[in-house]
Every structure is written in structure tokens, then in C-alpha cells.
């Protein structure tokens, strides 16, 4: 590192300081910036979960404890791999309850202090030992999608000038419960555009909420040269927004102008109150309906194979009673955003607004396809698990 730009960053450190800015310790194999860090409000997620509901009244009966055949032993052998490398100041950082809150309080944004161990402080056996928990975990496509996306806030960094704020290894892990073939326990990973938060359970598993996104998209130059993230997800949306007719087109759109960002279920919406809303799949031929269920498996795919054909066979049985919902431009090049809605599952896509990169009027700036953020939920009380939680506790009395 160039010594102007050493001394920069240590100015930059110092100020932090003398502003009474909390920081992040330095990586303990590289130098790297520190990490600024400011506290969410605890008003945010205090609210008693219930999860995502068309109108506050979670519908029983959607979710059963149930043996899917599919292992997680694996994952468990990773995860109790990971708690192994951990020191006795990191496990206490970094191990809760199953039934914590500490599930609710991700944040895809880069400010928020976050509980857990990060990457940056990882000893390179810890970092691997985690890489092994999320290849375990989650499919090739899931996991190569992950690492792009943390690669991409390297890109981030470089390209805004402020390490101390983006780097790929700025993610923390955190464990809830202890790593079973039988009781319940989960993990999360969280960081700037990725949020993954996965529920175990037998072999059941619930890996929602999910948030993926990026700014910027793609690396044109710089350590992470031709990494690209999310343009499946988009151009199979638009491709199936084309593919309706005119009639189909107009019951999909929700509004014509896209002004600014339109996600609604990210972090901290855990009980958003949110309508079916579009076009009903029931009112598609099955050459549409195939097409619907190719995009909701471009995000489920992120899971291992197996447990994704379970959360598949759940979507299909509702597939009549999903909703497909749009705004934006339909144009070659245009920003758009698209929701598809069940009981049993919740996806969003949007293009949002620049906030990193060349945003020099907040609030009016355009959207963009160089920002995406994407989320997948499970409504009516299955998000981390809950609802499996919930039957667990009842059968087995605690």
C-alpha cells in the first residue's frame, strides 16, 4: 500500500475516532481500514414477530414438521466445524439462542453494527471453516452468487474510495442454537447486500429471509474484473413480462412509472401487511405458469438441490394462487420491479436508485441497473423458521 494513501486512511481513522465514531478492529492478516459502524434503532424489529401477512392475520395449516428425506447432516458437521475454530471471546459473539431475536436484526445495508465474527477477523482457518458452512448450505449457483456479491462490495470500495466502509470481507456470521440432527438451530450470514438467514430443523430447512443485491452490478476493472451478479433474475423477469399478452400485461402492471426504489420486505418489514396485488397465476396457460415457476427457481436454486425441490413442491401446490406484479419500463434497457406473491413465498426485484456511486441529488435521482436489490421471504409466520419453531416447541414441551 502506497505510504499517501496509508496515512490518508489512518487520518481517516483518527477523525472517526475524535468524532466518537465506533470502529472495527483491523483484519488480522492484512491491514485494512477500519469498519464505521452506527447502531439501528431497537424500535425497528422490537415488534413481536408474526411475519408477512396479505392483511395482519397469519393463515394456519401452510407449514408442517414433516420428514423431507433430504440430509443436513452435512451442514451440520460444517457448522459445528466453524464453532470448533472459534475462540471463547468470538463464541460468545457469535452463539445465541435459536429462539433469539438476534435472526430479526440483519441489515443489507453497511452501517449497522452487527453481532457475530466477521470475515476481516477471521484467522484464515476460521475463513474457510465458514466458506465450508455456505458450501454446505447452499448450492453451487447460491454460493457462487454470495461470493460475487461480497467480491462486488471490494469493487465497491475501490471505486468509492472508502475502504473503511466496503470490503468483501465486511460480513459476519452468527450461529443460533447448537448444531443438531434433531433439535432446531440455524445460522446467518449478513453484510451489505447479503443477508442469508437459514433454519435447520431434522432435515427440514427454511432459508428465508434472503436479501441479494449489488452496487455496482457488474466489476468492468480492478481485482474483481468481469464479475457479474443478478441478470438472470432480471432478464427473466422481463422475458416473462413480455411473454404475457396485452390484457395479462395491463392486470401486471401495479404502476406505469418507476420514480425511485420499491422494495417493501427488507430488513426490518419481518410483519409487512402486503396484498396480493397484479396478475393471478390461475389465469395463465401452462407455457406462462412454467415460465413463472423457471423464475421463482432462479432464486430458490440458491439452496442445496435437494431442500430447493421441497421449497419447489410447496410453491407449485400454491401456484394457482400467485400473483405476478410489475412496475416500470418493459424497454431494452429500462428499470423495473417485479414481485411474486403466495401464501408460501414472497419475491421481490428492483432496480433501485444510485446510493454509493454517482448519487449527487438523494431523493431525486433516477434508478438504475447498475443497483439491484432482491428479497425472498416466506409469509405467514415461516421466516427463520418460526412456524416450524413454534410446532417444535409445542410437541416438545420446554
Known sequence: MKKSLLQGLLLKSLLFVVLGVTVAAATTDIFRAPLLLRDV????????????????????????????????APVQRAAAAFVRSLDEEQRKKTLFAVSDDEW?????????????IGFFEMTPQQRQRAFELMRESLSAKGL???????????????????????????????????????????????GHHLSINYFVLGDQVVMTP??????????????????????????????????????????????????????????????LALDFAGLRAAKLDAARKAQL???????????????????????????????????????AGGVFYYRIHSQVILIE??????????????????????????????PNGNDYGKDLLRQHHQRHKH
Open 41 to 72: 434503532s431497537p424500535a425497528l424489529w422490537a415488534e413481536p414477530f408474526r411475519g408477512v401477512t396479505r392483511d395482519g392475520q397469519v393463515v394456519p395449516g401452510l407449514f408442517e414438521l414433516a420428514q423431507t428425506g433430504v440430509s443436513t
Open 104 to 116: 430479526r436484526r440483519w441489515d443489507n445495508r453497511h452501517f449497522p453494527t452487527r453481532q457475530g
Open 349 to 378: 426485484f428492483d432496480h433501485q436508485r444510485p446510493v454509493a456511486l454517482g448519487r449527487s441529488n438523494p431523493g431525486t435521482a433516477a434508478a438504475t441497473r447498475n443497483h439491484i436489490h432482491t428479497v425472498v421471504r416466506t
Open 210 to 271: 434472503v436479501f441479494m443485491g449489488s452496487e455496482p452490478v457488474r466489476a468492468d476493472e480492478g481485482r474483481f474484473k468481469g464479475t457479474v451478479v443478478l441478470q438472470e433474475e432480471q432478464d427473466k423477469g422481463l422475458a416473462l413480462m413480455l411473454a404475457l399478452n396485452p390484457a395479462q400485461q395491463a392486470e401486471a402492471r401495479l404502476r406505469k412509472d418507476k420514480s425511485g426504489d420499491d422494495v417493501l420486505s427488507a430488513a426490518y418489514k419481518d410483519n
Open 144 to 190: 457462487r452468487l454470495s461470493r460475487h456479491i461480497m467480491n462486488l462490495n471490494g469493487t465497491l470500495a475501490e471505486l468509492s474510495g472508502k475502504p473503511e466502509e466496503y470490503s468483501e470481507w465486511f460480513y459476519w456470521i452468527t450461529l443460533m442454537g447448537e448444531p443438531s440432527a434433531t433439535a432446531p438451530w440455524g445460522w446467518q450470514l449478513e
Open 293 to 331: 415457476l423457471e423464475l421463482i427457481a432462479e432464486y430458490v436454486a440458491n439452496m442445496k438441490e435437494g431442500h430447493a425441490k421441497v421449497k419447489m413442491a410447496e410453491v407449485q401446490k400454491h401456484l394457482d394462487d400467485t400473483w405476478f406484479g410489475w412496475i416500470g419500463s418493459t424497454d
